[in-house]
């Protein structure tokens, strides 16, 4: 659980702010002045502080400067009930993550609350060697600095994939990480972000899948109060925090045809405007870019700016699906059951052998994602040293039963007689159709033009019911 420090001498506020995040599952202290605050740092670490720029006995300029002094492995978020823009561009330089102004919006300060943590957590990852050392597997040893959840493989797919991240990292070059969701494009961006001279300053991820169109010109490059309906507040843009930088824009091939030609503009030129403002700033921002579809494909359509990817594709890596990384594949899960395990307070010690086959045999259509998820979840699930196949989801565990009927059909002596012909032709067709829909029932079904209690009997006759 996440440890969070308020710091504000309004008692009400850091009781409201108290409740709000422990509801969304922080730990969380409060202190009414720097003093108090201080003491709470000496005694135990925290991931994050929420401060108050006036306090009684300080400001937030100073808490900031000793925070980093002194605890730099803390992230700093500094709230204040007026906008200064040139304090908030100060604080920001001495490190504070961001500047808020008052009044706080929940989903606005739980989301910047959440990538303060990850950034932070990213930084302080160690740069120096690192061993992963695994229950029943070894990686290499590290020669570069890993981003958090950045796992080394020892297939030629994932050696291959850290000699680019070596290869490109020092450089100021834009790159584009094309891959499939849940490949880990946004680990690779940052394990870039640090091997590069930039690593000491922001690295700042942008979700451009979730953008609408009115709103993608504000958090791109913020606004001032007022310029529009609803600016409350002068809000900082993603640009202008990750100065000095990395910007990482995920699923960049989303983002509205208008909204690309003023990223082409902000690209080119290196400078941006806030929104309701007059006042340019001088950017130096590297650019990574993540997509799951082939933007060649997309400029052929006309859905997105050719010139725009030339910008962006000064260099480019391709992340290979699990699927392709072989017995990688363990080394990632037993990485995962670690960390399951220290969250979960649980002592699994590895996985069965029935589980590691049905792990390699799998198809992974959601990737390192969804690995992830099937480990934390199966670990949830067991009392014993050992995942068991009964721990999995049934798609999953399904998916291992049809891969060992489908070889059991390959290597038998093919039928001499209609009948077991025929069968043997449906029970394929079956379980090809069920591997396309990932094992969905209903879908299958469908496909196969039967009510869902056939397709359960015929399955039940080549012991494929769950």
């Not at 395990?341 to 799998?362: K, P």
């Not at 029970?427 to 990932?438: D, P």
Request: proline share 3%; with cysteine; charged share 25%.
């Amino acid at each position: 659980m996440r440890k969070i420090l308020i710091v504000d001498d309004e008692v009400n506020i850091g009781l409201l702010l108290s409740k709000f995040l422990v509801r969304n599952s922080f730990s969380v202290s409060t202190a009414t002045s720097g003093v108090a605050a201080m003491d709470y740092l000496a005694k135990e670490p925290y991931d994050l502080v929420l401060c108050d720029y006036r306090l009684e006995d300080t400001d937030g300029r100073e808490m900031l400067i000793k925070i980093k002094e002194n605890y730099p492995s803390t992230g700093v978020i500094i709230i204040t009930g007026y906008s200064d823009i040139k304090l908030a561009v100060e604080l920001i330089k001495l490190g504070a993550y961001d500047y808020i102004t008052k009044p706080l919006y929940p989903d606005e300060i739980l989301n910047t609350i959440n990538k303060a943590i990850e950034t932070q957590i990213a930084l302080n990852t160690n740069h120096s060697e690192q061993l992963l050392d695994t229950p029943k597997q070894k990686t290499a040893k590290l020669t570069y600095n890993p981003a958090e959840n950045f796992v080394v493989g020892q297939s030629p797919a994932s050696r291959e994939l850290l000699k680019q991240i070596q290869l490109v990292a020092p450089t100021s070059y834009s790159v584009i990480l094309m891959g499939e969701s849940g490949t880990g494009k946004e680990s690779v961006a940052k394990a870039i972000h640090l091997n590069s001279p930039r690593k000491n300053n922001p690295f700042v991820a942008m979700d451009c899948g979730s953008l609408t169109k009115e709103l993608a010109g504000s958090e791109f490059f913020g606004h001032e109060k007022g310029s529009f309906t609803g600016a409350l507040y002068t809000k900082i843009g993603h640009f202008e925090m990750a100065n000095g930088g990395t910007l990482f824009l995920d699923e960049v091939g989303n983002l509205s045809y208008e909204i690309q030609a003023a990223l082409l503009r902000t690209v080119q030129e290196r400078k941006i405007k806030r929104i309701g403002s007059t006042k340019e700033i001088d950017l130096d921002v590297r650019i990574i870019v993540a997509t799951n579809e082939n933007l060649a494909n997309a400029i052929q359509k006309g859905r997105f700016r050719e010139d725009l990817y030339h910008r962006f594709n000064e260099f480019s890596i391709d992340l290979p699906p699990l699927s392709q990384r072989g017995k990688d594949i363990m080394i990632f899960a037993n990485t995962f059951l670690d960390g399951a395990n220290q969250e979960l307070n649980r002592n699994v010690q590895g996985f069965s052998d029935e589980v590691e086959q049905c792990f390699l045999t799998y198809n992974w259509p959601g990737n390192v994602r969804e690995l992830k998820n099937v480990v934390r979840r199966a670990t949830l699930l067991t009392e014993a040293e050992l995942i068991q196949l009964k721990a999995l989801p049934l798609e999953i565990s399904t998916y291992a039963k049809a891969s060992a009927i489908e070889s059991s059909i390959a290597r038998a002596e093919k039928p001499r007689d209609l009948k077991n012909a025929a069968l043997e032709a449906e029970y394929e067709a079956i379980l090809k159709v069920l591997r396309e829909v990932n094992f969905n029932k209903t879908k299958a079904a469908k496909i196969l033009n039967i009510d869902r209690k056939t397709l359960y009997n015929k399955m039940k006759a080549i012991n494929l019911d769950t």
